[in-house]
């Protein structure tokens, strides 16, 4: 419970403001004042604030873990009752109800405040008094505004904004040095304490996260508890194995990291302490990442833009500072920080939102400020954290939320994680062979699919010794089953159509992105009755704000099991990209699979170096490394059944099918339309 010990400093300078805000609190709670249309606001917050407050002082004298499972249901069911589906829609939180209820101005505003103090529930648990007070100190200040008025109209906004611009700008530095931390500092160790000590067969333990627990989490663990121990073992042995066999594969030197981040569903905590101690024998301690089923995905999608009310130019800059200097102060821990290992779930209702008025929305500028951010940010973390240096594994499970078969889908996906990765290796060897004989490849749809895309392949000057696609098995990406590259832009130009794809836990229905020399210049989906609205979701969601996006990979998807299985148990739209994407061909828009590592070569099994690892974008990187890099990479899939052809274009003009009609036609490849019949 080395975090304790983090917090310890901080927890005393805050003592003495948390006593003082938490009786002012209490004051509101029993009679707020101001408009009549605000009290119920303010009685409500301040009521949920002191609930975090009784939960932090529970916390801190450690009550919490001996409450009883109906005392830890009943709180978990108070602490997010008002943001789940069924009670959303008169909750503050909901922005439509909260702008109905106070007007469109102060709606926005404390519908805002609602959810960022919401945010402060796992801090309570954690034991993080700082953060706690410092957000109950802004409720209040923000209440003092509006106690002395008589009517909403007579609240003074500008005074508001001042307060929450000022609160998120000089505590930028508590924040970013806490979530840096998280990630580096193995000594922040709350949940780490509760999977190496509590009792996993004593499912209270679910409840010590502070984070939302339903059926997803109580089942999971209690199907992972009957699993013998071998097969736990065998899951995560296959987890960390990959983590390894990346660093391997890649010539990185995994020897010289201590640290690696495990990011887990909660419910699988039996299988992250058996990583845990695999990662023990790599000299490799824990950071870790917890995280449960979201109790209302619209609820997260009403605030995804919150910040808008505060971002501006100065903020960002401020943020970007905060960042540069805790990694500078605290380098020896980034640079040993060896990158994340990844549980990914899948299983959940596919989500397609409603997108509201009343929610906060950045402005052109404030989209334009988000990618700088997130350009800037990640060449800062680049230098302490460096590309070539760090690697990352990532797998998926199903949740119990996939249907009655939740079981059988269990024991299918642990197999298609073990797959036979050396009968892969070869079958996707000769796929490479023909792949790099060609100048294009032109990917076809069938049906209502309206795919029609070149896409141009890097060049080789010496085919014995180099390759433009990676061979790639179950390492750093599980399972098994692709082999891809990084396109050349110019000349990669046609549509990309599918028909459904889940990206991002969002619906999309017709997703159609239209390319020209690499770049998107067009896209539209049927989500919503108005275009307008459809190119914005993807635009928000799919193009992270950018005007464009270069297409940062093109692949072949082999794993034509795990298609089948999708197919057998009609789960097709709640598989995860990382599965997804295994399934037929798939484009990434964003950067490339080599981003911030092109000039590390790696090789396939093969031996032959691997070429195709930049294009004209990320090649800016020499002179203008602000217009290198998008941060986000995001992969779409075409599923077999509404694919036609798959064609290697050859300079002299003749061709080949790697697939026809679907199926794989390339001799050498054809055990794997087994699954498909």
Known sequence: MEYKK?????????????????????????SPEGPKKSQD???????????LANIYHKADAAELVAESMTDCERLN????????????SESYANPDYAVNTLGEECGQILSMLYAHLRKKITEAFRGNLMELTIAMELFVAVYNSFENAQELSEVDQKEIKQDIYWYFHDYSEIFYENRYRRLINAEEDFETDIVMNADLTDLR???RYGQFIGENELKVAAFLNAIPEEEIQAMADTYTEGYRIGFEVTGKDLSKKQTVQIRYPIGFERMVRAAVKNFEKLNLKPTMLAASSSPNKQYAYDHKE???FYLDKAYVERGLEVKKTY???NKALAGGFAGPAVIETFGEIPFSPETKETALHYTDKQQQLCVYDMSMSGQIQNQYIKGEERSFTIIAYPLPSIGDKFEEIFAETVKINTLDYNLYQRMQQKMIDALDEAEKVHITGKGANKTDLYVTIWPLKDRSKETAFENCVADVNIPVGEVFTSPVLSGTTGKLFVSQVYLGELNYENLEIDFVDGMIADYTCTNFSEEAENKKYIRDNVLMHHDTLPMGEFAIGTNTTAYRMARDYNIADKLPILIAEKTGPHFAVGDTCYSHEEDNV?????????????????????TDMEKAYFNCHTDITIPYDELDKITVIRADGTTQDIIADGKFVLPGTEELNLPLS
């Open 6 to 30: 983090l917090y310890k400093e901080s927890n005393e300078m805050a003592a003495e403001r948390f006593e003082l805000v938490t009786e002012r609190i209490e004051e509101i709670a029993a």
């Open 41 to 51: 606001y303010f009685k409500r917050t301040a009521e949920f604030l002191l609930l």
């Open 77 to 88: 069911q108070q602490i997010y009752a008002d943001i789940l589906p069924e009670a959303y």
């Open 205 to 207: 333990y679910l409840y």
């Open 306 to 308: 919150d910040d808008a």
């Open 327 to 329: 990694l500078e102060e």
């Open 602 to 622: 790696s090789y396939n099994p093969d031996g032959k170096a691997i070429v195709a690892r930049e294009n004209a974008v990320s090649a800016l990187r020499k």
